[in-house]
């Protein structure tokens, strides 16, 4: 394999970008990021040629929504990106939320001595490009909660080498000035998916109101559960299971419970235990048909209301004018629903108390014009705050390393796509 081939193309006169984010592990939120990071990384740099390190190397190559001739895809390891980037212009860091010691103790000998959990192979790529001379994007992404003097110090000592860091909501912004990221300032923009073009809705046999569920584990695979965590947890699907309950009774809906991760948390099977604790789970349907994040594009448009615990299905029922409603496990969903105007579809599965959900949903399904006209609104302010992101790109990629040379560039009027769900 030449240097052009290591990176994306054997045009040497391109820009060769190296992306290193949680594309390829079966979470289907965190491929629609990429998909939206090469839309409008190809509308900012025409040309460049792109080495993207994934979980899943043929996804990148057999699915038109990512490949091309301007893709190489790598493997998720330390030596196919260190190859990469001896040839690159740019890396990006970036798309979703890594930076976080919440559910691990950070440990700077694990780092140095290549475990691949964690955001380690991320802060791992940022070291080795410092050292090559790259410069580096971290784009758009989640920071927090940084709960430990180690993640906060291993964090702020390595994000400290990147030349420009763009975070994704304001929870984000707080936590990494939190953590003493000071140069470059950490700036608020906003996920890349609130730029990916909806997808027509899937169609359906009925015209039954349609309500989506995404649960998920609250500990991966094997982990050992306290009795007061077990309690919690079986509470919450109780909970859910009793929202989809009551859609059906109140507004005959149909609830459709989609699973978005199998490899680490089974998304799949967290949703098969909740719809066998319904009442009516005759109702309920499995969609166990997402091959990929277009296919849940297409879900999410064609539903009246979403109900998530993960943050990625509630941007993209945004998008498509579908209402959001939050379940805040973590804080970066109350934050995102926050940012859109809209707090009081934010839900804590602490209480899960029934009324708040059914409340929820009422506000959902009976008064749906508001929060459309709301969503549209915080949308298309998100949207021109996600234009950030590959603006600075492509200004690091000219040798400019002030923002100001991007301002221009991201003050242009947008205005968010409404899909088929805007109904």
Known sequence: MDAGQQCGGGDSSAPRIVIVGASGFTNLGDDAILAAMLRELRAAIPGAHFAIATGDPAMLTDNSSFGGADVTALPFDDEAIANA??????????????????????????????DGSLFYPHLRAILTAHTLGVPIQVYAIGVGPLITAGGRGLSRTILSLASAITVRDPLSLVESRAAGVQVPPPELTADPDLGLPPVAPSAAADRTVRVGFVARAWLHPGADWTTSGRARFERYADWLAAGADYAIERWGATPIFLPLQRRYDDDRAIEEGIIARMRHSDRARLADDLADFRSLQATIGGLDALVSTRLHPLILAG?????????????????????????????????????????????????????????????????????????????????????????????????????????
Request: net charge positive.
């Open 319 to 423: 998008v498509a004018g579908v209402a959001p409603i939050g379940v805040a496990l973590s804080p970066k969903v109350r934050a995102f629903l926050r940012t859109l105007g809209l707090p009081e579809l934010t839900l804590s599965p602490w209480l899960a108390r029934d009324a708040d959900l059914c409340a929820a949903l009422d506000r959902a399904l009976g008064t749906p014009g508001p929060i459309r006209e709301r969503l549209r609104i915080g949308i298309a302010t998100q949207a021109r705050a996600a234009a950030r992101n590959p603006a600075i790109a492509a200004a690091l990629l000219g040798g400019r390393q002030t923002v100001s040379a991007v301002e221009a560039a991201s003050e242009a009027p947008s205005e968010a796509p409404m899909g088929a769900g805007a109904r």
């Open 85 to 114: 980037l001896a040839t690159a212009d740019l890396l990006i860091v970036g798309g979703g939320g890594f930076i976080y010691d919440y559910d691990g103790r950070i440990s700077a000998h694990a780092f140095l001595h290549g």
